[in-house]
């Protein structure tokens, strides 16, 4: 049975949504997902394992060709010519859940928020809150949900 493709009242897909219902049942996390539109338009979806392994190119195989059959079935809501481009989340990669910021505490972020932007270490994560050490000994918390956060700095190994 093929999954549903959730829309929005207007028609638009919800690319994070139809991706999620392909790759959910394969054990992926879709941190975004969103059709670039122009000469060349790209519907790019970044992954990661929900076991915390890092992707492996196999996965990012596998991933593709399941979307990409899934999205087949869906010719009318897509441009005649597109890229799919299933990817890891990379150097930039966006946290947005509180699991993300605990899995990579102790690490630089860029963080975007209505009060300002700044770069911090994740420090503790409380619930839906997340403290962030800044320099000269400042902490500021902001709540998930109010604010964007990329990593600023890899992990020497795997979290």
């Known amino acids: 049975m093929e999954p549903e493709h959730p829309l929005q009242a207007g028609g638009t897909p919800q690319w994070s949504q139809v991706a999620e219902s392909v790759l959910a049942p394969l054990g992926y996390e879709v941190l975004e997902a969103g059709l670039k539109s122009g000469k060349n338009p790209v519907l790019l979806v970044r992954i990661e394992r929900k076991d915390e392994v890092p992707i492996s190119l196999a996965d990012l195989e596998r991933a593709n060709r399941a979307l990409s059959a899934h999205l087949d079935t869906l010719e009318a809501l897509l441009p005649a010519r597109y890229l799919l481009q299933v ?66 700095e890899w992990p020497d190994k795997p979290r």
């Open 87 to 152: 990817e890891s989340p990379g150097a930039d990669r966006p946290l947005f859940t509180a699991r993300h910021f605990e899995r990579f505490a102790g690490l630089k972020v860029r963080v975007r928020s209505p009060q300002g932007n700044f770069t911090g270490r994740i420090g503790a994560v409380r619930g839906e809150m997340v403290e962030f050490l800044l320099e000269k000994d400042e902490t500021r918390s902001l709540q998930i949900g109010t604010f964007k956060a990329t990593l600023a």
